[in-house]
Structures are given as structure tokens and as C-alpha cells.
DNA sequence: ATGACTGTCTTTGACAGA
């Protein structure tokens, strides 16, 4: 079973190279990111003529996440479920999750998230970012287990480790890739959470998932790792094998975040 | 060279993004 995450940077601009990549792809789920519409603005016909449950939570202009998903949800959440929900007034439009039920495992919570940019670093913008992390921990360790069967995928806007961006040394303490950020996504995966592509790939160089539009920044591959694939144990020896493709990022009028995708033996 | 690109709205410039 194929899934996958996209930051599409409107979807008001990239449903048709959603709708294709859908179709080449036969993704089982994929969580959007950036829809940058309202919730009931979101083109779901388009998805639902091609065999999709869609969800989305958005808001105008800007934000928004979506699932679309073969299987119908058992359960949604949007944003943090109300913890400390008056502190993230747009959680709802960075986080939602369903539950859906497989034939060889009957409970599977998937979701995508999009975390704030936090640009420029030590705003207020920047500790709101630090602290959506780990709010977003607490979280998980309110409403799910280590033990739970989770799949957490979006962008997270945080290059993990040196080897996740094009040059640590340029990078350094810039937006995605500061000593602070690179902790607080650490304790979140410490909830229990597993990065999916490292877990296949631990010392391979050179993956990245979004390019600058700017300085040729893709004909380059100068870009960072900031869209990831989590899991939970449970689920790390089903999984076959994940990547980032490329191709889209390569298309005519490209979203700046390629999609990644993973392949589960569910 | 405080640049360079793209999308959105307060739209013909400002701003956010990463």
C-alpha cells in the first residue's frame, strides 16, 4: 500500500498535478499540505471522482491540510483536539488526523500536519513554532501510545540532522535548521515516533524535499529535508521502502516541496 | 546586489514562505 505527503503550495494552482500524480501513482492515502483555501473551498470533487474520501481543514489564503483516502474514516481530528487551543489558534488548520480500519490491522491513525515556518528566527513567529512542536507532542502522548499504529507525515519545516540540508555550514541557525528547532523535533520523536526515510536510508546524502524557487535552487539540488514520514514501531517492519519523488518538482509551475512516499506491506 | 521566485490578498505593491 503506497502513501504519501505533499506540500502543494495551493491547491488552487497544483489540483491537476495532483489529480496526475494521483493517477500514475495509485496512492492508497496522500496528506496535502498548504492547501491555502478555505475548509469547504477545497476542489474535492476532483479526488472524489477518483475514488477518494476527502478531508481538509483550511483557512483563507494561507495554512490548510487534507487527507484523501481510499478507506472512509472511522474517526477525524482537526488541530489539537483542544489542548491549549486557545495558545494555537491555527491549529486547525495545520493538523488533521483520521482513523481508518485495514484488513490487517484495524487500527491505523494517519495525519498530516503542516508546522508554522517560524520565520525570522527569534520572532515570537519563531518560539510559536517551538512551541506548536511541542504542544504537538503533548499531544500525542494525551491521545495516543508509542504502541499505537501512527502515521505522522507533512511538512514539519525542520531539517533533522546536517546531512538533511545541502550545506550545514551556510545553513546554520537558518530558519529549519537552528540548534533549537533541531531539538524540539528530537523530543517529539522521542514520544516514540520513527523518521521513516532514515530508518531505510540512515547516511544517505543528498535527499532533500524542498528547493528554494529562487538561485536554480533545484537544477542544483540545493534543498533541505523538511517533509517527513513518522511512524510507530509497531509499523517499522511493514514498512518496504520510502523516497522522495522528484518528478513533480520538475513539472511546469512546480509546488517548491516535492512529495515523499512510502510503501507498507499492510 | 537589502536581488534573484511564487502565491495570496489588504491586489498593481506588500507579505509570507523556507
Request: hydrophobic residues 40%; aromatic residues 14%; neutral net charge.
Amino acid at each position: 500500500m503506497l502513501i504519501g505527503t505533499w506540500n502543494v503550495n495551493s491547491i488552487k494552482i497544483r489540483r491537476e498535478q495532483v489529480e496526475k500524480f494521483l493517477s500514475e501513482k495509485n496512492l492508497y492515502i496522500l496528506g496535502i499540505q498548504e492547501t491555502k483555501v478555505r475548509t469547504e473551498e477545497f476542489p474535492g470533487f476532483s479526488f472524489k471522482k477518483l475514488g477518494y474520501e476527502v478531508y481538509h481543514q483550511g483557512g483563507k489564503g494561507r495554512n490548510g491540510v487534507a487527507l484523501l483516502s481510499k478507506t472512509k474514516a472511522e474517526e477525524i481530528i482537526a488541530g489539537f483536539k483542544g489542548l491549549k487551543e486557545e495558545d494555537f489558534p491555527d491549529a486547525k488548520e495545520r493538523i488533521i488526523g483520521i482513523k481508518i480500519s485495514l484488513k490487517n490491522l484495524k487500527e491505523l491513525w494517519i495525519f498530516s500536519v503542516y508546522i508554522p515556518n517560524g520565520s525570522p528566527v527569534s520572532s515570537d513567529y519563531y518560539f510559536y513554532k517551538l512551541q506548536f512542536l511541542w504542544n504537538f507532542r503533548e499531544f500525542l502522548e494525551v491521545n495516543f501510545s508509542k504502541d499505537t499504529p501512527l502515521i505522522i507525515m507533512g511538512d514539519f519545516n525542520v531539517a533533522p540532522e546536517e546531512i538533511d540540508v545541502y550545506d550545514p555550514e551556510i545553513l546554520r541557525e537558518n530558519i529549519c535548521f537552528t540548534e533549537r528547532e533541531r531539538k524540539v523535533f528530537k523530543a517529539l520523536l522521542d514520544f516514540g515516533l520513527i523518521d521513516a526515510l532514515r530508518l531505510k536510508y540512515p547516511d544517505k546524502k543528498g535527499i532533500f524535499t524542498w528547493w528554494d524557487y529562487q538561485f536554480f535552487a533545484f537544477n542544483k539540488n540545493q534543498g533541505m529535508r523538511l517533509d517527513h514520514i513518522l511512524i510507530t514501531e509497531p509499523l517499522a517492519d511493514k514498512l518496504k521502502d520510502i523516497w522522495v519523488e522528484k518528478t513533480p518538482r520538475g513539472w511546469k509551475k512546480p509546488s517548491d516541496h516535492a512529495p515523499v512516499l512510502a510503501e507498507f506491506k499492510f
